[in-house]
């Protein structure tokens, strides 16, 4: 099964990542897409992408594309800032 593209990637899309320190097992996390750390189209070994819970790893599988799977950012999951923070809700 080929890895997905980078257009085919967007905060919001829920997944199955491979994190660095999991390579050598093959152990799959599954979270939803808060930022893409990748710049190019495509790269071998996934799309980086940085979940809501700030786990970091390369997406080896989509796993729902409808917007209905995927979950709405509530106060306990939302999408990081630059710097790791927590972005604040406006309003």
Do not use: F
């Not at 199955?16 to 999991?22: D, G, L, S, W």
Request: glycine share 10%.
């Amino acid at each position: 099964m080929p890895l997905p593209k980078r257009s085919e990637i967007h905060p919001g899309l829920r997944v199955q990542v491979i994190e660095k320190q999991n390579q050598r097992t093959g152990t799959l996390t599954a979270g939803v897409v808060a930022r893409l750390l990748t710049k190019s189209p495509t790269h071998p070994h996934g799309i980086k992408v940085m979940l809501v819970d700030g786990t970091v790893g390369r997406v080896q599988a989509i796993v729902d594309l409808g917007p209905a799977a995927a979950p709405s950012l509530t106060d306990e999951a939302q999408p990081l800032g630059r710097s790791g923070d927590t972005l604040k809700k406006s309003g």
